[in-house]
């Protein structure tokens, strides 16, 4: 069995993409710690990265050179301040040389230190190798897989003991949804508190709320960031941001300066049906404008589909439960963070190995089952929420235009959190002990499914609407 933390499932990167731009950060960096384990840190000459697969067939429209760069470089995706990446690559592509790891100055020139390879690995889709000259003449080099959600691993596994070492220490052992609901009612508990002591093995209670605090500052920030920004999204495909006239429309003479007095203000309106689907997608719109823009999203479980659960919670918070409060947060995050690693353990979050169903469909399905914990709903309900969210996105591919997460990617989040919700709805409505296909069937069902795929619709750009859409016209 695997550890898999909530905080694992819900990182703060930096757009547009996890597996494309938030791992090669972090395998950068990774490989930087490699290098001076070994002791060759100082004896470095020159640096070359090759990138493989769909690193290297939409690596150019994710941000993946600039994002190897920056981890070279030793910036942290987590805290890097967003305005100044566009100078500090240009300040290497003019100079021609890089600061390793922020000590020691190498020649470097991008176009000629980065590969894009369009040759797959074995392991995995999303390949890179970091290649490294010592001063003796000795070459170096390490393969790192970016296997989506921020998550980067080695072929070889070397940390799968130290893995097992950890998720020792949880008192209730999950690999499967029917592990989950054996726990909630051998203990009596819900699913957010079963999770929860599962954390306190690994961090103070103090801990958890600081981590769980950061993450929804960072959802509530990108939402209120892309509901304020006008223009056009960058990449060359003319994309009109769309949250802020959505917003203006739906908020009037309201007055605000802060996130926190906006959320008060959204309170304090009229809402009707047909708005509701309107604040919804404006809220999720606005996350993935601001991701496709190289903004800080929260990767939920990926950059891709980081708007879905922010989406939701601010659902619950402005339109269910106006007295909505940090515990609301830390209760929808605790599920949505263990539905999400549960789909992680039995098929992928990766959407260049399942396609969007890997993305879009599992933060629907975290959404789903986290808002039903907070409408009230049981342990099973919970399930039968994420279950009735993914089996509506079964299949779903991943065929961004350009290799861009731009079309159709934001759109998807806004489809996805609506589902979410309604997904809950009819779970809410629902009797779980009727319910035909529980969600480990679900998950494995999207893990045959995306084994079953093609290759062209799983995030290569080569199928789908990537190649039916004419970038002349856009």
């Not at 769909?54 to 941000?63: R, V, Y």
């Not at 708007?307 to 605790?334: C, Q, S, T």
């Not at 296909?437 to 499914?449: C, Q, R, S």
């Amino acid at each position: 069995m695997e550890s898999i933390s909530v905080f694992d499932m819900l990182k703060i990167g930096v757009g547009p993409s996890s597996s494309h731009t938030l791992g090669p950060w972090r395998a950068a960096g990774r490989w930087i710690d490699a290098l001076k384990a070994k002791g060759y840190f100082e004896q470095v000459a020159s640096v070359s990265v090759d990138l493989y697969g769909s690193l290297s067939l939409t690596g150019k429209g994710h941000a993946t050179d600039t994002a190897v760069m920056l981890g070279l470089s030793g910036a942290d995706p987590i805290t890097f301040p967003i305005e100044r990446i566009e100078d500090e690559i240009s300040k290497i592509a003019s100079e021609n040389k890089i600061i390793l790891n922020g000590e020691r100055e190498i020649p470097f020139i991008p176009k000629e230190h980065i590969t894009f390879n369009r040759k797959f690995l074995e392991f995995h889709p999303n390949g890179m190798t970091f290649r490294a000259t010592l001063s003796s003449g000795k070459k170096v080099s390490e393969t790192y897989f970016s296997i989506g959600g921020g998550f980067v691993v080695q072929k070889e596994r070397k940390r799968a003991k130290k893995k097992l070492e950890k998720f020792a220490q949880f008192p209730h052992q999950v690999e499967t949804a029917a592990d989950l609901l054996v726990h909630c009612r051998a203990h009596g508990k819900s699913i957010s508190e079963i999770v929860l002591e599962n954390e306190l093995s690994l961090r103070t209670e103090a801990e958890i709320n600081k981590g769980l605090k950061a993450i929804w500052e960072v959802m509530l920030d990108s939402m209120y960031v892309g509901c304020h920004t006008q223009g056009k999204l960058p990449g060359g495909l003319n994309v009109q941001r769309r949250a802020f006239d959505m917003h203006k429309n739906l908020i009037g003479d309201a007055t605000y300066t802060n996130p926190e007095e906006w959320i008060e203000s959204i309170r304090g309106t009229e809402v009707k049906f047909r708005q509701i689907l309107k604040w919804v997608s404006c809220f999720a719109l606005a996350v993935n404008e601001v991701n496709a823009s190289l903004g800080r999203v929260v990767t939920a479980p990926t950059n891709g589909s980081a708007g879905v659960i922010p989406a939701v919670m601010m659902y619950y918070m402005v339109i269910e439960n106006h007295d909505a409060n940090f515990e609301d947060v830390r209760k929808f995050m605790l599920v949505a963070g263990v539905i999400g690693s549960l789909f992680k353990k039995g098929a992928t979050i990766s959407a260049a190995m399942g396609g969007c169903q890997a993305e879009i469909g599992v933060s629907s399905a975290m959404a789903a089952g986290a808002l039903t914990e907070l409408m009230g709903g049981t342990p099973e309900q919970v399930q039968m929420a994420s279950e009735i969210a993914m089996e509506h996105h079964l299949g779903l591919t991943c065929d961004p235009i350009a290799g861009l997460v731009q079309i159709p990617c934001i759109e998807r989040n806004a489809m996805g959190a609506i589902k979410a919700i309604n997904a809950c709805e009819m779970a809410l409505d629902g009797d779980p002990t009727q319910a035909k296909v529980p969600l480990d069937k679900v998950i494995a069902t999207m893990w045959e499914t995306a084994k079953d795929m093609t290759s062209k619709y799983k995030e290569t750009s080569e199928g789908g609407l990537a190649v039916q859409v004419n970038l002349s016209d856009c």
